[in-house]
């Protein structure tokens, strides 16, 4: 599909649980995917919080890859919210260090500490609300349908997300 993006989520497997840590947008997710694992080996203090993740992973021998979640038109910025929103009970990585955006940008300061967060993580998990399970496979080659894109539009425009936008917005204007 010409010019598509491509809605990703990093993730690996914990005591057979798909586990998201990062979700992301992209035009090419093979170079992208190999800039998340080049990241991950040349991880370094004050990177992003995503390849201080992965390269805790890589450390751990815990194998993580990239899931495509979704292939959409160019400017829809809204899907890549709406899957992090949707997966807001996910350890996302997705903020760079500093910010403080509530379900993003864990603080751990090396493997000890992220194999306690992580386990914390999973119990956690377990014991909220279980997964949903999926029906059947949406074709990702395919269209959306129009109810799906409503769906996603009202979601976006909830007062949470709006709320996150507005604090995204104040803390870039204070960083200027």
């Known amino acids: 599909m010409e010019n598509t993006d491509y809605i990703y989520a990093l993730t690996y497997i914990e ?3 798909r586990i998201i840590f990062y979700i992301g947008r992209t035009i090419d997710p093979h170079r ?21 993740y992965a390269s ?9 890859e990239m899931e495509i979640l979704m292939e959409c038109g160019p400017g829809t910025e809204f899907y890549e919210d709406y899957f992090i929103n949707l ?27 992220f194999i306690k967060y992580r386990k914390a993580v999973v119990a956690r998990q377990k014991a909220s609300v279980p997964r949903v399970k ?5 074709d990702l080659t395919q269209p959306c349908t129009t109810r799906f894109v409503d769906d996603v539009k009202k979601e976006i ?3 949470a997300l709006q709320a996150i936008r507005e ?10």
């Open 56 to 64: 805790t992973l890589d450390s751990l021998n815990i194998p993580w």
């Open 87 to 113: 997966h807001r009970n996910e350890p996302l990585q997705n903020m760079k260090k500093g910010d403080d955006e509530p379900w993003m940008g864990r603080d751990y300061s090396g493997p000890s500490d």
């Open 134 to 138: 999926v029906e059947r496979r949406v």
């Open 157 to 159: 425009e909830s007062p």
């Open 15 to 17: 005591d057979g649980a």
């Open 32 to 52: 992208r995917l190999g800039e998340h694992r080049l990241g991950s080996r040349h991880y370094k203090d004050g990177d992003e919080w995503k390849y201080q």
């Open 167 to 176: 604090r995204r917005a104040a803390a870039k204007k204070k960083s200027i």
